[in-house]
């Protein structure tokens, strides 16, 4: 039931608290936490680096064939410290094995599922003790980007089983990597079959069409970056000449393919979605949405052990499940 708004006599002054709350989160900073998933050789850790417009992470890739392969092994998570006009980031990136590489990939995505899944864990720890941190650091995966190859056929079924299982943890948004490799056309029914297959398999993207939390201009925004799903991106760190000027881009001997040029790549759209108009709501909705979930999992199972051990007898003390 909606309240009638009373009018006012004169200027108060409350309409400054936007201001006031703009403040103190510009003093305090913001968090960004970032995972990659993908098969080896998808140039996970070079878009990020074009995502951020900095060195944040090294490619695993070999340039010469007498170097060392130096390929993810285990889930690496590393902390920098932005700042654009003021504003500072601490962006987490999590740089996952590439799956699927093994003879026997059977469950080979159960790492990446445990790690989410941990970082809920740890902050739901630190949230339920005694004397908690005024601020409680967040190392919670707020997006993670699934890197699909751009195979021009279809999703692979480990790419099925994956997705399927991340959905459930985290906020994920599919990127087609190296889309350069793909004609306009092979391009476009890529992802015609794609998104048929997500649809048939019922994996629920991020952004969702759920929540009630969204107002008109918001659903009409995600219904456009819902049309664009899965990016068709290219990364790169190189500036090439073309046209006289220097850009981002990889230079072949047909051509040029300008990273934040929409008409060759859909980075430039990536990139917006990720900064300039959802970076706050990916990491509300993984508190609000995947985090809750957690969390109540949890919290009733653990009344459900307690109310067991009750019925059977005095708790023992360490009677307690972990959080996992």
Not at 218 to 235: H, K, Q, T
Not at 243 to 254: L, M, Q, S, W
Not at 300 to 309: D, E, N, P, R, Y
């Amino acid at each position: 039931m909606l309240q009638e708004r009373t009018p006012l006599n004169s200027y108060v002054g409350f309409d400054t608290i936007t201001q006031q709350i703009e403040k103190k989160s510009i003093k305090r900073g913001f968090q960004f936490n970032v995972m990659v998933v993908g098969q080896t050789g998808l140039g996970k850790s070079t878009l990020v680096n074009t995502l951020f417009a900095s060195h944040l992470i090294d490619s695993k890739g070999r340039r010469n064939v007498d170097e060392i392969d130096n390929q993810t092994t285990r889930i690496e998570a590393v902390s920098h410290v932005i700042e654009e006009n003021g504003v500072r980031l601490r962006l987490n990136i999590v740089d996952t094995p590439g799956y699927g590489d093994q003879v026997n990939n059977e469950d080979c995505w159960e790492s990446i599922i445990k790690y989410i899944k941990d970082q809920h864990s740890a902050y739901l720890r630190k949230e339920l003790t005694a004397q908690r941190e005024r601020l409680i650091k967040d190392d919670r995966v707020h997006c993670c980007l699934y890197f699909i190859t751009p195979s021009g056929h279809s999703l692979k079924p480990i790419d099925v089983i994956v997705l399927k299982k991340l959905v459930q943890v985290v906020n994920v948004v599919p990127v087609i990597a190296k889309a350069d490799s793909l004609t306009m056309e092979e391009r476009a029914a890529f992802k015609k079959r794609i998104n048929a297959e997500l649809a048939f398999h019922n994996i629920d993207l991020y952004p969702y069409d759920n929540t009630e939390d969204y107002d008109e201009e918001e659903r009409m925004l995600n219904s456009s970056i819902r049309e664009l799903l899965p990016f068709a991106i290219v990364g790169s760190e190189q500036q090439v000449i073309v046209n006289g000027k220097a850009v981002i881009g990889r230079k072949t001997k047909y051509g040029a393919v300008v990273v934040e040029d929409e008409n060759h790549c859909e980075f430039i759209h990536l990139r917006n979605f990720l900064t300039r108009t959802h970076l706050q709501d990916l990491v509300e909705t993984t508190s609000m949405v995947h985090y809750e979930t957690f969390r109540s999992n949890q919290l009733l199972a653990l009344k459900g052990s307690v109310s067991a051990s009750t019925e059977s007898g005095p708790i023992p003390q360490k009677s307690f499940p972990p959080f996992a």
